[in-house]
């Protein structure tokens, strides 16, 4: 199964960006990459997700390396709101694989 | 749209007690996930059911049984308790998974004594 690896934990200041690695060097070619963050005290939310090309929504972009063996996740401007864990996982569309690692991710502080 | 619900939200148990914790959508999703998360560690799949009685084992189904008799209903049974299954846990559900979005419940937190 192919596994993520991330920081254990990142800093950033608000209202500034914040670019969150992730390598996932064993990645397939059917793996998507997916992004989740989880808030204290509460259950994961999903964030974004992508398979070749970069992309783009109003939480965040996801900009994935050509060879799909990393990705970046980029919060535009830091909030308070945003310190949480993030995690970087795939998420495989061949055959029955359902046995998604997820990993510790990386805790975000934001000071403010 | 409620999304996901679980009930109970705390609940202690003896050991070799048996319980049902409760899993409902209201999205008519057709995967449904129940996962643990540990201190110290991510989180990790006990149970999925890709439709109504349709489930597969996760990475960590061993002390767990689920049924889907229905598309809103997952719920997770632990036949005996053990402390080694104090956790939180967190019911998922998603349109479809590899290329879908998954929508997480509050979650349970569970101590076993």
């Known amino acids: 199964d192919a596994k993520t690896t991330q920081p254990n934990s990142m800093e950033s200041n608000e209202e500034e960006p914040v670019h969150l690695p992730c390598n996932h060097s064993?990645?397939?070619?059917?793996?998507?990459i997916h992004w989740y963050r989880q808030l204290p005290s509460q259950g994961p939310e999903y964030v974004i997700h992508?398979?070749?090309?970069?992309v783009n929504n109003r939480m965040a972009s996801l900009a994935i390396a050509e060879d799909r063996k990393s990705s970046t996740l980029i919060l535009h401007r830091a909030t308070l709101r945003d310190a949480a864990v993030y995690y970087c996982?795939?998420?495989?569309?061949?055959?029955?694989?359902?046995?998604?690692?997820w990993g510790l991710g990386t805790s975000l502080a934001v000071n403010p | 749209n409620a999304g996901v619900t679980q009930t109970p939200k705390f609940q202690v148990l003896k050991t070799g007690q048996s319980m049902t914790l409760q899993c409902a959508q209201d999205m008519n999703h057709e995967y449904m996930s129940w996962y643990r998360q540990d201190p110290g560690m991510g989180l990790r799949l006990i149970h999925y059911s890709v439709g109504a009685g349709i489930t597969d084992q996760g990475e960590v189904p061993n002390g767990y049984n689920v049924s889907r008799s229905t598309t809103e209903d997952f719920p997770l049974r632990l036949l005996s308790a053990a402390p080694s299954q104090t956790s939180v846990y967190f019911c998922a559900s998603s349109t479809g998974l590899a290329a879908y979005e998954q929508y997480f419940g509050p979650g349970t937190r569970l101590t076993v004594t």
């Open positions: 996982i795939l998420n495989s569309s061949a055959g029955n694989n359902r046995k998604l690692i």
């Open positions: 992508g398979l070749t090309s970069n």
């Open positions: 064993t990645i397939s070619g059917t793996d998507y």
